[in-house]
Antibody, heavy 118, light 107 residues
Framework: QMQLEQSGPEVRKPGTSVKVSCRAFGFNFTRSSIQWVRQHAGQRLEWIGWIVVGSGNTNSAQKFRERLILSTDMSTSTAYMELNSLASDDTAIYYC???????????WGQGTLVTVSS | DIQMTQSPSSLSAFVGDRVTITCRTSQTISGYLNWYQQKPGKAPNLLIYGASDLQSGVPSRFSGSGSGTAFTLTISSLRPEDVATYYCQQSYSSPYTFGQGTKLEIK
């Protein structure tokens, strides 16, 4: 069964960084593309970016481009999202998900709550 | 960026009702439209991809249609477990934007 398992909740101060992990089970990680999406409380889903695992190519929304690092470790089938220069508006649940044909997103990780507070 | 507009924003219906949610895009996206169901406190779950293809394991009461800039998600006979927020998403061009969501409740 295809599954993504994310790391636990994080609390950070403004100006610092956070790194969220996403481990894949039950599918060929090296042939996948992992996307990251976030959701502020009660708000719509917001696409952050993606990484093509095999090539390492990345793409991200313009608003994140200067402070986002997407990476993978194929030896552990794990993807990482690092977001720098955190601000209070980065407080949200962050999801990883796998991109399939026609751009469908499935499966999804359980989500990681990142709280940015002084 | 492609703008996504869902209607209605919220909806209340009886068990057994036929429910339709609409998603409009600011430019044509061919059939690159996906629908997700999100229950409170849970991650989104893929229902429909490619505008009209039912994801494996999703009940057949869910269906999708449309092309170009106008799409619909239909639940043929509403069940209590369908209470959730539904999102459309375009996978045509980056950034892959989502609609604002439609919150579905039971009367």
């Amino acid at each position: 069964q295809m599954q993504l398992e994310q790391s636990g909740p994080e609390v950070r101060k403004p100006g610092t960084s956070v790194k969220v992990s996403c481990r894949a089970f039950g599918f060929n990680f090296t042939r996948s593309s992992i996307q990251w999406v976030r959701q502020h409380a009660g708000q719509r889903l917001e696409w952050i970016g993606w990484i093509v695992v095999g090539s390492g190519n990345t793409n991200s929304a313009q608003k994140f481009r200067e402070r986002l690092i997407l990476s993978t470790d194929m030896s552990t089938s794990t993807a990482y999202m690092e977001l720098n220069s955190l601000a209070s508006d980065d407080t949200a649940i962050y999801y990883c998900t796998s991109r399939g044909p026609l751009g469908r997103l499935d499966p999804w990780g359980q989500g990681t709550l990142v709280t940015v507070s002084s | 960026d492609i703008q996504m507009t869902q209607s209605p924003s919220s909806l209340s219906a009886f068990v057994g009702d036929r429910v339709t949610i609409t998603c409009r895009t600011s430019q044509t996206i061919s059939g690159y439209l996906n629908w997700y169901q999100q229950k409170p406190g849970k991650a989104p779950n893929l229902l429909i991809y490619g505008a009209s293809d039912l994801q494996s394991g999703v009940p057949s009461r869910f269906s999708g249609s449309g092309s170009g800039t106008a799409f619909t998600l239909t639940i043929s006979s509403l069940r209590p477990e369908d209470v959730a927020t539904y999102y459309c998403q375009q996978s045509y061009s980056s950034p892959y934007t989502f609609g604002q969501g439609t919150k579905l409740e039971i009367k």
